[in-house]
């Protein structure tokens, strides 16, 4: 099974493990090391299926903790779904000046 090792820097806080734990539950975590450094940061190492690292990787970046994220090997550049820049105007409506 290939596999993405994702490496998280956090500020460390109270209950940062704990957040880190419940983020990745659902989730198949091969391996995880969380390590502690002065002053307040925390570096996690985290082991994932390759089908399951863009997901975990968008779920550690929106803890608040989240200092930075990486992935290895990097994952494949995807294409982004066209989204408008505009919505178009309801039928029988006018522009608002």
Request: proline share 10%; charged share 20%; hydrophobic share 40%.
């Amino acid at each position: 099974m290939e596999h993405a090792r994702l490496t998280a820097t956090f500020h460390a806080g109270g209950g940062t493990l704990a957040r880190l734990a419940a983020t990745l539950t659902h989730h198949q975590v091969l391996d995880i090391v969380y390590t502690t450094s002065p002053p307040d940061r925390a570096t996690a190492v985290i082991r994932v299926p390759r089908s399951d690292a863009p997901r975990a990787l968008e779920k550690l970046r929106r803890l608040v903790e989240t200092l930075d994220v990486t992935v290895d090997p990097p994952l494949p550049a995807t294409t982004a779904p066209h989204v408008p820049a505009t919505r178009p105007r309801a039928v029988g409506t006018t522009a608002r000046v």
